[in-house]
Protein backbone atom coordinates (compact mmCIF):
# COMPACT_ATOMS: atom_id res chain seq x y z
CA UNK A 1 0.00 0.00 0.00
CA UNK A 2 1.36 3.35 -0.90
CA UNK A 3 0.72 6.65 0.53
CA UNK A 4 1.52 9.72 -1.77
CA UNK A 5 2.76 13.09 -0.44
CA UNK A 6 4.43 16.06 -2.79
CA UNK A 7 5.84 18.99 -2.39
CA UNK A 8 6.53 21.44 -5.38
CA UNK A 9 8.54 18.84 -7.91
CA UNK A 10 8.82 15.80 -5.39
CA UNK A 11 7.18 12.95 -4.70
CA UNK A 12 7.45 10.84 -1.72
CA UNK A 13 5.87 7.41 -1.80
CA UNK A 14 5.24 5.94 2.42
CA UNK A 15 4.93 2.46 1.28
CA UNK A 16 4.83 -1.09 2.59
CA UNK A 17 6.91 -2.64 0.59
CA UNK A 18 9.29 0.53 -0.31
CA UNK A 19 12.22 1.88 2.08
CA UNK A 20 11.30 3.28 5.15
CA UNK A 21 10.49 6.90 5.15
CA UNK A 22 12.17 9.35 7.92
CA UNK A 23 9.90 12.53 8.66
CA UNK A 24 12.10 15.10 10.38
CA UNK A 25 11.07 15.77 14.40
CA UNK A 26 13.19 18.77 14.66
CA UNK A 27 10.67 22.02 14.31
CA UNK A 28 8.63 20.47 17.42
CA UNK A 29 8.87 23.32 20.37
CA UNK A 30 8.61 20.64 22.91
CA UNK A 31 11.54 20.21 25.29
CA UNK A 32 13.11 22.65 22.80
CA UNK A 33 13.44 26.26 24.51
CA UNK A 34 15.44 27.88 22.05
CA UNK A 35 13.33 27.05 19.28
CA UNK A 36 10.04 28.15 21.45
CA UNK A 37 11.62 31.16 21.86
CA UNK A 38 12.53 31.69 18.10
CA UNK A 39 8.57 31.21 17.62
CA UNK A 40 7.77 33.42 19.99
CA UNK A 41 10.02 36.04 18.46
CA UNK A 42 9.15 35.56 14.87
CA UNK A 43 12.93 34.07 14.11
CA UNK A 44 12.50 32.25 11.12
CA UNK A 45 16.10 31.72 10.64
CA UNK A 46 16.41 28.93 13.49
CA UNK A 47 13.48 27.09 11.76
CA UNK A 48 15.07 27.71 8.80
CA UNK A 49 18.40 26.36 10.09
CA UNK A 50 16.39 23.19 11.55
CA UNK A 51 14.70 22.46 8.41
CA UNK A 52 18.13 22.79 6.19
CA UNK A 53 20.16 20.49 8.58
CA UNK A 54 17.57 17.83 8.89
CA UNK A 55 16.89 17.50 4.90
CA UNK A 56 20.82 17.35 4.82
CA UNK A 57 20.89 14.68 7.07
CA UNK A 58 18.39 12.31 5.07
CA UNK A 59 14.27 13.46 5.94
CA UNK A 60 12.12 13.24 3.21
CA UNK A 61 9.24 14.59 4.96
CA UNK A 62 9.48 17.51 7.81
CA UNK A 63 7.09 17.37 10.83
CA UNK A 64 6.29 21.27 11.63
CA UNK A 65 4.81 21.33 14.77
CA UNK A 66 4.32 25.22 16.26
CA UNK A 67 2.08 24.06 19.39
CA UNK A 68 3.22 25.81 22.56
CA UNK A 69 1.42 26.78 25.71
CA UNK A 70 -0.50 29.88 25.72
CA UNK A 71 -0.55 30.10 21.92
CA UNK A 72 -2.60 29.72 19.40
CA UNK A 73 -1.87 27.29 16.32
CA UNK A 74 -3.47 29.81 13.67
CA UNK A 75 -0.84 32.53 14.69
CA UNK A 76 2.36 30.32 13.74
CA UNK A 77 1.55 27.39 11.68
CA UNK A 78 0.52 29.02 8.19
CA UNK A 79 3.41 31.73 8.35
CA UNK A 80 6.07 28.82 8.81
CA UNK A 81 4.68 26.59 6.39
CA UNK A 82 4.56 29.27 3.81
CA UNK A 83 7.96 29.88 4.39
CA UNK A 84 8.90 26.33 4.31
CA UNK A 85 7.29 26.08 1.26
CA UNK A 86 8.98 28.58 -0.60
CA UNK A 87 12.26 27.54 0.54
CA UNK A 88 12.50 24.13 0.40
CA UNK A 89 11.14 21.66 -1.68
CA UNK A 90 10.17 18.58 0.48
CA UNK A 91 6.62 17.30 1.79
CA UNK A 92 5.50 18.64 4.94
CA UNK A 93 3.51 16.78 8.11
CA UNK A 94 1.40 19.32 9.28
CA UNK A 95 1.33 18.21 13.07
CA UNK A 96 -1.56 20.10 14.99
CA UNK A 97 -4.90 18.95 16.58
CA UNK A 98 -6.34 22.46 15.49
CA UNK A 99 -8.69 22.15 12.48
CA UNK A 100 -8.73 25.81 12.29
CA UNK A 101 -4.91 25.85 12.27
CA UNK A 102 -4.82 23.17 9.26
CA UNK A 103 -7.44 24.54 7.48
CA UNK A 104 -5.35 28.08 7.61
CA UNK A 105 -2.03 26.49 6.46
CA UNK A 106 -3.37 23.93 4.51
CA UNK A 107 -3.84 25.76 1.41
CA UNK A 108 -0.50 27.11 1.24
CA UNK A 109 1.16 23.96 1.02
CA UNK A 110 2.28 23.54 -2.66
CA UNK A 111 1.72 20.01 -3.48
CA UNK A 112 0.04 17.17 -0.76
CA UNK A 113 1.26 17.50 2.99
CA UNK A 114 0.80 14.69 5.59
CA UNK A 115 -1.89 15.70 8.84
CA UNK A 116 -0.54 15.18 12.37
CA UNK A 117 -2.92 13.83 13.70
CA UNK A 118 -6.52 12.27 14.37
CA UNK A 119 -7.11 9.49 16.75
CA UNK A 120 -10.32 7.05 17.78
CA UNK A 121 -12.12 9.64 19.99
CA UNK A 122 -15.71 11.41 18.53
CA UNK A 123 -14.15 14.71 18.90
CA UNK A 124 -11.21 14.25 17.03
CA UNK A 125 -12.85 12.83 14.41
CA UNK A 126 -15.98 14.95 13.78
CA UNK A 127 -13.14 17.94 13.95
CA UNK A 128 -9.89 16.38 11.70
CA UNK A 129 -11.44 14.20 9.61
CA UNK A 130 -13.52 16.69 7.64
CA UNK A 131 -10.61 19.12 7.04
CA UNK A 132 -8.67 16.00 5.52
CA UNK A 133 -11.61 15.15 3.39
CA UNK A 134 -11.78 18.87 1.73
CA UNK A 135 -8.52 18.71 1.18
CA UNK A 136 -7.90 15.47 -0.35
CA UNK A 137 -4.88 15.21 1.87
CA UNK A 138 -3.62 11.42 4.52
CA UNK A 139 -3.65 11.65 7.92
CA UNK A 140 -1.67 9.74 10.85
CA UNK A 141 -4.26 7.93 12.89
CA UNK A 142 -3.03 7.50 16.65
CA UNK A 143 -4.53 4.42 18.35
CA UNK A 144 -6.28 5.91 20.47
CA UNK A 145 -9.89 5.09 21.93
CA UNK A 146 -12.79 6.71 24.01
CA UNK A 147 -11.04 5.53 26.63
CA UNK A 148 -7.86 6.99 25.78
CA UNK A 149 -4.41 5.15 25.29
CA UNK A 150 -4.87 1.59 26.35
CA UNK A 151 -2.20 -1.26 27.20
CA UNK A 152 -4.25 -3.86 25.37
CA UNK A 153 -2.98 -4.46 21.57
CA UNK A 154 -6.40 -5.33 20.65
CA UNK A 155 -8.05 -2.03 21.62
CA UNK A 156 -5.09 -0.34 19.88
CA UNK A 157 -6.52 -2.22 16.88
CA UNK A 158 -10.26 -0.91 17.32
CA UNK A 159 -9.51 2.78 17.48
CA UNK A 160 -7.48 2.14 14.47
CA UNK A 161 -10.44 0.17 12.67
CA UNK A 162 -12.70 2.83 13.77
CA UNK A 163 -10.30 5.62 12.40
CA UNK A 164 -10.50 3.59 9.32
CA UNK A 165 -13.65 2.82 9.01
CA UNK A 166 -14.96 6.57 9.43
CA UNK A 167 -12.49 8.23 7.35
CA UNK A 168 -13.89 5.62 4.34
CA UNK A 169 -17.50 7.09 5.50
CA UNK A 170 -16.22 10.46 4.19
CA UNK A 171 -15.13 9.25 1.05
CA UNK A 172 -11.08 9.15 2.65
CA UNK A 173 -9.35 6.24 0.84
CA UNK A 174 -7.85 3.59 3.00
CA UNK A 175 -4.18 4.48 1.40
CA UNK A 176 -4.43 7.75 3.06
CA UNK A 177 -4.49 6.72 6.39
CA UNK A 178 -1.48 6.39 8.37
CA UNK A 179 -1.76 4.15 11.87
CA UNK A 180 0.42 5.46 14.47
CA UNK A 181 0.10 2.64 17.25
CA UNK A 182 1.89 4.77 20.16
CA UNK A 183 5.11 4.78 21.42
CA UNK A 184 5.30 4.78 25.41
CA UNK A 185 8.22 4.61 27.28
CA UNK A 186 9.57 1.44 29.09
CA UNK A 187 11.02 3.50 31.52
CA UNK A 188 7.65 3.39 32.89
CA UNK A 189 6.41 0.13 32.16
CA UNK A 190 9.17 -2.20 30.78
CA UNK A 191 6.24 -3.69 28.50
CA UNK A 192 5.74 -0.55 26.49
CA UNK A 193 7.48 -1.61 23.71
CA UNK A 194 6.33 -5.22 23.43
CA UNK A 195 2.60 -3.32 23.30
CA UNK A 196 3.77 -1.10 20.26
CA UNK A 197 5.31 -3.88 18.67
CA UNK A 198 2.23 -6.20 18.96
CA UNK A 199 0.10 -3.36 17.79
CA UNK A 200 1.78 -3.12 14.74
CA UNK A 201 1.55 -6.72 13.97
CA UNK A 202 -2.20 -6.73 14.16
CA UNK A 203 -2.74 -3.45 12.15
CA UNK A 204 -0.69 -4.78 9.49
CA UNK A 205 -2.25 -7.79 9.54
CA UNK A 206 -6.16 -6.55 9.60
CA UNK A 207 -5.61 -3.75 7.27
CA UNK A 208 -2.19 -3.61 5.75
CA UNK A 209 -2.36 0.32 6.11
CA UNK A 210 0.93 2.14 6.36
CA UNK A 211 2.17 2.46 10.20
CA UNK A 212 4.12 5.60 12.19
CA UNK A 213 6.00 6.43 14.80
CA UNK A 214 7.29 8.88 16.95
CA UNK A 215 9.60 6.69 17.68
CA UNK A 216 12.09 8.82 20.14
CA UNK A 217 8.95 8.25 22.58
CA UNK A 218 10.29 4.89 23.74
CA UNK A 219 13.39 5.81 25.69
CA UNK A 220 12.50 8.89 27.41
CA UNK A 221 14.05 9.34 31.22
CA UNK A 222 16.74 6.26 30.38
CA UNK A 223 20.46 6.48 29.66
CA UNK A 224 21.80 6.23 26.60
CA UNK A 225 18.64 6.82 24.77
CA UNK A 226 20.34 6.78 21.33
CA UNK A 227 20.58 2.64 21.87
CA UNK A 228 17.42 2.13 22.64
CA UNK A 229 15.96 4.38 19.79
CA UNK A 230 18.26 2.43 17.18
CA UNK A 231 17.16 -0.86 18.97
CA UNK A 232 13.29 0.10 18.98
CA UNK A 233 13.41 1.28 15.58
CA UNK A 234 14.91 -1.73 13.94
CA UNK A 235 12.68 -4.08 15.97
CA UNK A 236 9.53 -1.61 14.93
CA UNK A 237 10.37 -1.54 10.94
CA UNK A 238 10.80 -5.08 11.27
CA UNK A 239 7.61 -5.48 12.44
CA UNK A 240 5.77 -3.35 9.72
CA UNK A 241 6.22 0.51 10.53
CA UNK A 242 6.72 1.95 7.20
CA UNK A 243 7.60 5.65 8.58
CA UNK A 244 8.40 7.51 11.58
CA UNK A 245 8.87 11.27 13.25
CA UNK A 246 12.39 10.92 14.50
CA UNK A 247 15.61 12.41 14.33
CA UNK A 248 17.57 12.12 11.01
CA UNK A 249 20.71 13.47 12.49
CA UNK A 250 21.43 10.68 14.54
CA UNK A 251 19.23 7.40 13.10
CA UNK A 252 19.13 7.74 9.06
CA UNK A 253 21.93 5.80 8.86
CA UNK A 254 20.52 3.00 11.11
CA UNK A 255 17.57 3.30 9.30
CA UNK A 256 19.54 2.93 6.06
CA UNK A 257 21.19 -0.20 7.44
CA UNK A 258 18.09 -1.49 8.26
CA UNK A 259 16.47 -1.37 4.60
CA UNK A 260 19.63 -3.13 3.72
CA UNK A 261 18.73 -5.93 5.87
CA UNK A 262 15.79 -6.34 5.24
CA UNK A 263 16.19 -6.66 1.25
CA UNK A 264 15.08 -2.93 0.44
CA UNK A 265 18.15 -1.68 -1.03
CA UNK A 266 19.33 -3.16 -4.03
CA UNK A 267 23.21 -3.82 -3.57
CA UNK A 268 22.96 -1.39 -0.39
CA UNK A 269 23.07 1.36 -3.29
CA UNK A 270 21.06 3.90 -0.48
CA UNK A 271 23.32 3.00 2.25
CA UNK A 272 26.61 3.33 0.75
CA UNK A 273 25.10 6.47 -1.15
CA UNK A 274 24.25 7.77 2.18
CA UNK A 275 27.75 7.12 4.29
CA UNK A 276 29.96 8.22 1.76
CA UNK A 277 27.88 11.66 2.26
CA UNK A 278 28.25 11.58 5.43
CA UNK A 279 31.14 9.93 6.78
CA UNK A 280 33.04 11.30 9.08
CA UNK A 281 36.59 12.67 7.69
CA UNK A 282 39.24 10.32 9.12
CA UNK A 283 42.65 12.08 10.94
CA UNK A 284 45.78 10.12 10.92
Known amino acids: MKTTLKSKTKKVEISTEGPFTIIGEKINPTGRKKLAAA ?24 DVNVGMAGTDDVDYLPGI ?20 ALAAALPLVQ ?23 EFGVPVIGLAIGDGGI ?28 IIDPLVMTVGADSNAGLVT ?9 EFGVNINLGASN ?13 AFLALAIGAGATCAITD ?12 LLRGRDSYGAKYLKFYRAHAPEKTA
Not at 39 to 62: F, M, S, W
Request: net charge negative; hydrophobic share 40%.
Open 197 to 205: LTTIELVCK
Open 218 to 230: VSFGLPERDVINQ
Open 150 to 177: SNDPQKRLAAAGKIIERAGKLGIPIEDI
Open 111 to 133: GRALVNSVNGEEKSLEAVLPIVK
Open 248 to 259: PMKYSLTIKATD
Open 81 to 100: VKMLVEEFDIPLCLDSPNPK
Open 39 to 62: LQEGNLDYVRDLAKKQIEAGADVL
